[in-house]
């Protein structure tokens, strides 16, 4: 029995979204990434980096944990050893423009976010490795700085595993 298929989750959501055109997995390696218009992040962003980017395994702005994947266990009919886990993988979209402009922000913000849904849509089992996820809540932030419009959302993708 595997203990847990939350870890092969996370990993596969991050290919997952990697996988979309346009888009790339952060590899702190590369010294010569591809063109891309979506850098996606396995945890929380650490580079510095700005622009459009999703990241995968992280808590909602403000929380003092930087990633948290509640599970909860249950065996058949709550009797037995745990064969079931249902869990939830926050994810969050952030969008950067720098001339201010929140509705045009907003745009990206919601396009890139049908993107991610579609995706998991496409793949609601993520390739064989859960029994089926889906997006969950999901929460937006609009902030203006020195850097210009500034929009985070955040979503859960929930999910459900037999061990």
């Known amino acids: 029995m595997t203990e847990t298929q939350v870890f092969a989750a996370l990993d596969r959501l991050g290919d997952l979204f990697g996988a979309q055109p346009g888009w790339w997995l952060f590899d702190p390696e590369a010294t010569d990434p591809p ?32 990633a948290a994947v ?11 050893p745990s064969d079931q886990e249902s869990w939830r993988i926050g994810c969050g979209i952030s969008v950067i423009v720098g001339d201010g ?3 045009q922000t907003r745009a990206r913000l919601g396009a890139l976010f049908s ?21 969950g809540d999901w929460s937006m932030w609009q902030l203006a700085s ?8 955040h979503f859960d993708v929930v999910g459900f595993s037999q061990l």
Not at 146 to 153: H, Q
């Open 146 to 153: 020195p850097r210009g419009s500034e929009l985070y959302l």
């Open 70 to 80: 509640p599970v909860s266990r249950s065996g058949p009919n709550g009797l037995g």
């Open 35 to 66: 063109p891309h218009t979506v850098t996606v992040y396995d945890g929380p962003v650490v580079s510095g980096e700005t622009g459009d980017g999703v990241a995968v395994g992280v808590s909602e702005p403000g929380s003092q944990a930087t």
């Open 101 to 103: 402009d929140h509705r």
């Open 115 to 135: 993107q991610c849904s579609a995706a998991i849509r496409a793949d609601m089992t993520l390739g064989g490795t859960v029994m089926h996820v889906r997006i």
